[in-house]
């Protein structure tokens, strides 16, 4: 049942009167459709109400994929309406025009859910409503075409992409981000509903990933009531840290790189592939066989420990069998964490696995530059979210070598307080039966595996426990995998249908079967932290039926 109070108009009656939630002719149903229009309030725009002829493709978005990694939404939909909205419209700091953006779409035949779909990086943008599996490798199909509807927002805000992060000089932006945004559109998804089917939703779910994890992680802490099943994944649920470690690790490699004629570092540079793939071997042959089975896959998280010490060049020259000395040190800085000039962590450290070497890691701490102009996405897109959003007073043109780390926890202490998914009082969410399905991958070169573990044992010890809080919240965690898929991982899973029938049939996720096309043929379970995958012993090697979940082994 709806938990929010409609504040929609009277119309709503009558419009349900109109709009029977059975299929109906093209006609009628264009019609159904256009009567939305009807919906407008001084502090809600409709801005557009069309039917969808069932075979339409979704627009490409690769902007999305790059930030969330989503799966490409390329199945073809079926016949809906589609509804854009605008909430609050208003006008901001430096005269600048602000509204919550929303997009929702109806499926002719509507399965009775309703599927909230969230964003990625500084949001900005208003992505297609249709309910992608927010996995890069996922082949499961989009919530519209199983019968959702779907809405998307812009979080308050339209930008020139997901990475603009100029919004954030106004302060009810920075909120409607940070997660006002959510109830808003929530409430009037459903008052839309309401008016085309004639009912509300029975059932109102959340999957996001990245950013859209966060929010997801969000709406169960700021609006508890409001959600039945939440599937959060790769989720930069402390983002205003997460932020602070990118720019710790920009400076870190930048230290190690070699420099142009001009004196200025060479990111992409600091490590080759070479190297790269040097690391990742090395992590292999230190961690793979402790699941049972050495297959190019760490499951075995837990028992995984290294030293790239142990790659130190014996010499001062660097050779390709070795790391030279500040590459040495580099890693050591960014895989243990970002720390202030007192050695306080300012985040925490990263776990050691064989996603390393993959494009998505190098993508995100590296890049391809081979000149003194970075493109690793989080030399070009830290600047701006941690200058002007995190940063209170807001800084623009924030150079990254000038970050003072003595300073900066103070400096993004504001943002932090309304953005930050870390709360761990959910009495509200879990009484009234929502369920939270977690998932990361633990090579996310963005968001850090080791922290969502910490957060994740904080969650357990204020609820009762591991096995109390595993009643109603359950972490996945993705060997191999990066930020929201890719990798050498098996990142294509279903975790919409097992949020579904969680909720709505009781049955707990004990495993999630992966497969994926870095490992052609194989499956194996993703396990609930804290277990992990082991092999049995006997039986197909690459079939998941051959292995169980278990607890590692005491340390």
């Known amino acids: 049942m709806p938990r929010f109070r409609s504040t929609a108009s009277p119309l709503l009656g009558l419009l349900a009167a109109l709009c029977p939630a059975a299929a109906a002719p093209a006609g009628a149903e264009e019609r159904a459709c256009s009567t939305l229009t009807a919906l407008a309030r001084p502090d809600l725009r409709i801005l557009r109400a069309e039917p969808v002829p069932e075979g339409t493709l979704p627009a490409e978005n690769p902007g999305r994929a790059a930030l969330t990694g989503a799966a490409r939404a390329n199945a073809a939909m079926p016949a809906h309406c589609v509804v854009e909205g605008a909430i609050n419209p208003r006008t901001g700091a430096g005269g600048q025009s602000f509204a919550i953006g929303f997009e929702l779409r109806l499926p002719a035949n509507w399965n009775g859910r309703l599927l909230f779909q969230g964003g990625g990086g500084m949001d900005g943008v208003l992505n297609e409503a249709v309910g992608a599996i927010p996995v890069s490798g996922a082949t499961a199909p989009h919530a519209l075409n199983r019968g959702y509807a779907v809405v998307s927002t812009d979080s308050g805000h339209r930008g020139r992409d997901p990475s603009d992060a100029s919004f954030a000089l106004d302060q009810q932006a920075r909120l409607d981000y940070g997660y006002a945004a959510i109830g808003e559109v929530s409430r009037e998804a459903r008052a839309v509903l309401s008016a085309r089917y004639g009912r509300g939703p029975d059932r109102v779910y959340y999957m996001g990933c990245s950013n859209g994890g966060r929010t997801a992680m969000m709406a169960a802490q700021r609006f508890p009531t409001a959600f039945d099943g939440i599937v959060a994944g790769n989720p930069g649920f402390r983002l205003s840290r997460a932020a602070i470690a990118q720019a710790w ?236 898929g890719g990798g050498p991982a098996l990142d294509d899973f279903d975790p919409l249908a097992a949020i579904e029938a969680w909720v709505e049939e009781g049955r707990a996720p004990d495993r999630l079967v992966a497969k994926g096309v870095a490992f052609p043929g194989r499956s194996r379970p993703l396990c609930p932290f804290p277990l992990e995958a082991r092999y049995s012993g006997s039986g197909d090697a690459q079939n998941a039926d051959s292995f169980a979940c278990r607890a590692p082994p005491e340390r």
């Open 249 to 484: 690790d920009v400076t870190a490699f930048s230290r190690a790189a070699p420099r142009d004629a001009a004196g200025k570092p060479i990111l992409a540079a600091a490590l080759s592939e070479g190297d790269l793939r040097l690391l990742a071997d090395a992590v292999l042959r230190r961690c793979d066989a402790a699941d049972g089975l050495a297959d190019g896959s760490i499951d075995a998280m837990a028992a995984c420990r290294f030293d790239p010490a142990s790659l130190r060049c014996p010499g001062a020259a660097k050779e390709e069998s070795c790391l030279s000395a500040p590459q040495v040190e580099a890693l050591e800085q960014v895989f243990t964490g970002a720390r202030d000039g007192a050695g306080r962590a300012l985040y925490t450290g990263w776990p050691w696995d064989a996603g390393i070497a993959a494009p998505g890691w190098r993508a995100w701490k590296l890049g391809t530059s081979r000149t003194a102009a970075p493109n690793a996405r989080n030399a070009t897109l830290t600047p701006a979210s941690l200058g002007l959003y995190f940063m209170t007073p807001p800084v623009s043109s924030l150079d990254l070598q000038s970050v003072d780390f003595d300073r900066i926890a103070q400096q993004t202490a504001q943002t932090a307080a309304i953005n930050d998914a870390t709360g761990t009082m959910l009495s509200s969410f879990a009484s009234h039966g929502g369920r939270l399905l977690v998932y990361h991958g633990n090579s996310d070169p963005v968001f850090s595996a080791d922290d969502l573990r910490a957060y994740w044992q904080e969650l357990a010890r204020e609820n009762g426990g591991p096995d109390a809080l595993a009643v109603w919240a359950r972490l996945f965690m993705v060997p191999g995998m990066a930020h929201c």
